[in-house]
C-alpha cells in the first residue's frame, strides 16, 4: 500500500503513523535493492538539497550527498560558517531565503526549535539530521537493520542502554512504541528520561500493544532480549562531563557478559562513531586520563558476529534516499 507524503517534514517520528513508518522502511529496503542491481531513479532529477550542518557528522552528510546524487539532487553543503543562521540572519528569514531557492532543507544541528522553525517558514520539506532532542532518520536505518536480520520488528525486545535521556533514546522509544516493540530504556536513575516523553511513548504504546519499560537495572533490562543498542555516553558539546558519565555508565558498559544476558542471538546496534579501543583522539584522551580503554562498548562485542553496526551505517544513506523520495520525489 503506497502513501502520499509528498511536501511533509520528517522532524520527528511522532508525526508519523506505524503505517507511514512502515512504509519508510519498505520504500527504504526497495530502494536498496535497485542501487546493489545498480539501478537509480532519478526521482529527484532537478532538485536541489540545501544540507545545514551545526554539528559535523560522517554518516549523515555521506548519506545526504550520496543519496541525494543517486537519484539525480544536487546537494548543497552549508556549513557552520557558510552561512548566518541565527548569527546576522534570523532563522526565519534564513528559512525564507533557501526556500525560495532550495527544493528540500536538512537541518543537523543543536536545538530542536531551530528544525522546526526552518520546517514553518521556508515552504520546502525539512528533514531532521539530528538535534539535541531527536534523530529520527537514524532510527529509520536501525528498524531497516533489524527487520533485515530478524524479518519483523513488532514483537522484538529491544534494550537501549546507557544515557536514557539523549536523542537517540528518546527517538528509539518513540519509535518502538509506534511499531509495536518490548521496549527497554536501561540507565541510572540520574539519566532517565523525560517524564513527558515516556508518558506519550506509553499512550503510543496503547495503541500498538508495545511495552515500555524504564529501569536501572541490567540484569531486569536486559534479559532475553534480541537487540541491544548503545550510544556514547556523552553527545557533541557534552565532553565536559566525560569524568561524571563514566562513573555513571560504567556498570552499563555492553560487554561479552552483558550479551550473555540476552537472546543468543541477539544484535549489537550503535548510531556510531563508538569508542571500543584507543586508535582515536578522544579514545586516547579518555584512556589517559581515565585508564579507560574502552567506553560504552567493548572491542570485543563491537567486532562479534552479535554487531550490525556497519550494516546499520550503510542504511542511514538508503533510510535517507527513502525519506527525500517519499516526501519530495515526483
Same mark, same amino acid.
Given at each position: 500500500?503506497?502513501?502520499?507524503?509528498? %511536501?511533509?517534514?520528517?522532524?520527528?517520528?511522532?508525526?508519523?503513523?506505524?503505517?507511514?513508518?512502515?512504509?519508510?522502511?519498505?520504500?527504504?529496503?526497495?530502494?536498496?535493492?535497485?542501487?546493489?542491481?545498480?539501478?537509480?531513479?532519478?526521482?529527484?532529477?532537478?532538485?536541489? +538539497?540545501?544540507?545545514?550542518?551545526?554539528?559535523?557528522?560522517?554518516?549523515?552528510?555521506?548519506?545526504?550527498?550520496?543519496?541525494?546524487?543517486?537519484?539525480?539532487?544536487?546537494?548543497?553543503?552549508?556549513?557552520?560558517?557558510?552561512?548566518?543562521?541565527?548569527?546576522?540572519?534570523?532563522?526565519?528569514?534564513?528559512?525564507?531565503?533557501?526556500?525560495?531557492?532550495?527544493?528540500?532543507?536538512?537541518?543537523? %544541528?543543536?536545538?530542536?526549535?531551530?528544525?522546526?522553525?526552518?520546517?514553518?517558514?521556508?515552504?520546502?520539506?525539512?528533514?531532521?539530521?539530528?538535534?539535541?532532542?531527536?534523530?529520527?532518520?537514524?532510527?529509520?536505518?536501525?528498524?531497516?537493520?533489524?527487520?533485515?536480520?530478524?524479518?519483523?520488528?513488532?514483537?522484538?525486545?529491544?534494550?537501549?542502554?546507557?544515557?536514557?535521556?539523549?536523542?537517540?533514546?528518546?527517538?528509539?522509544?518513540?519509535?518502538?512504541?509506534?511499531?509495536?516493540?518490548?521496549?527497554?530504556?536501561?540507565?541510572?536513575?540520574?539519566?532517565?528520561?523525560?517524564?513527558?516523553?515516556?508518558?506519550?511513548?506509553?499512550?503510543?504504546?496503547?495503541?500498538?500493544?508495545?511495552? +515500555?519499560?524504564?529501569?536501572?537495572?541490567?540484569?531486569? %533490562?536486559?534479559?532475553?532480549?534480541?537487540? +541491544?543498542?548503545?550510544?556514547?555516553?556523552?553527545?557533541?558539546?557534552?565532553?565536559?562531563?566525560?569524568?561524571?558519565?563514566?562513573?555513571?555508565?560504567?556498570?552499563?558498559?555492553?560487554?561479552?557478559?552483558?550479551?550473555?544476558?540476552?537472546?543468543?542471538?541477539?544484535?549489537?546496534?550503535?548510531?556510531?562513531?563508538?569508542?571500543?579501543?584507543?586508535?582515536?583522539?578522544?579514545?586516547?584522551?579518555?584512556?589517559?586520563?581515565?585508564?579507560?580503554?574502552?567506553?560504552?562498548?567493548?572491542?570485543?562485542?563491537?567486532?562479534?558476529?552479535?554487531?550490525?553496526?556497519?550494516?546499520?551505517?550503510?542504511?542511514?544513506?538508503?533510510?535517507?534516499?527513502?525519506?527525500?523520495?517519499?516526501?519530495? %520525489?515526483?
Amino acid at each position: 500500500m503506497g502513501f502520499n507524503l509528498k %511536501g511533509r517534514n520528517f522532524l520527528a517520528l511522532k508525526d508519523f503513523t506505524p503505517k507511514e513508518i512502515e512504509y519508510l522502511i519498505d520504500l527504504s529496503a526497495e530502494l536498496k535493492s535497485l542501487k546493489n542491481a545498480g539501478i537509480t531513479p532519478k526521482t529527484l532529477e532537478g532538485k536541489n +538539497i540545501a544540507l545545514i550542518f551545526e554539528k559535523p557528522s560522517t554518516r549523515t552528510r555521506c548519506a545526504f550527498t550520496v543519496a541525494a546524487v543517486d537519484e539525480g539532487a544536487h546537494p548543497e553543503y552549508l556549513g557552520r560558517g557558510d552561512i548566518q543562521l541565527g548569527k546576522k540572519e534570523s532563522v526565519a528569514d534564513t528559512a525564507k531565503v533557501l526556500g525560495r531557492m532550495f527544493d528540500g532543507i536538512q537541518f543537523r %544541528g543543536f536545538k530542536h526549535e531551530t528544525v522546526e522553525t526552518l520546517a514553518k517558514y521556508s515552504g520546502v520539506p525539512v528533514w531532521n539530521g539530528l538535534t539535541d532532542k531527536y534523530h529520527p532518520t537514524q532510527v529509520l536505518a536501525d528498524f531497516l537493520t533489524i527487520k533485515e536480520h530478524k524479518g519483523y520488528l513488532k514483537g522484538i525486545k529491544f534494550a537501549f542502554v546507557g544515557d536514557g535521556r539523549n536523542n537517540m533514546a528518546n527517538s528509539l522509544m518513540i519509535g518502538a512504541a509506534k511499531m509495536g516493540m518490548d521496549f527497554r530504556i536501561v540507565a541510572p536513575k540520574e539519566l532517565f528520561p523525560e517524564k513527558e516523553l515516556v508518558a506519550n511513548a506509553k499512550k503510543i504504546a496503547e495503541e500498538t500493544n508495545a511495552t +515500555i519499560t524504564i529501569t536501572d537495572s541490567v540484569d531486569d %533490562g536486559i534479559k532475553g532480549v534480541d537487540v +541491544i543498542y548503545t550510544d556514547v555516553w556523552a553527545s557533541m558539546g557534552e565532553e565536559a562531563e566525560f569524568e561524571r558519565r563514566i562513573k555513571l555508565l560504567k556498570p552499563y558498559q555492553v560487554n561479552m557478559d552483558m550479551i550473555k544476558k540476552a537472546d543468543e542471538e541477539v544484535l549489537f546496534l550503535h548510531c556510531l562513531p563508538a569508542f571500543h579501543d584507543r586508535n582515536t583522539e578522544v579514545g586516547e584522551e579518555i584512556y589517559q586520563k581515565y585508564g579507560l580503554s574502552e567506553m560504552e562498548v567493548t572491542d570485543e562485542v563491537f567486532l562479534s558476529k552479535h554487531s550490525v553496526v556497519f550494516d546499520e551505517a550503510e542504511n542511514r544513506m538508503h533510510t535517507i534516499k527513502a525519506v527525500m523520495v517519499a516526501t519530495l %520525489g515526483k
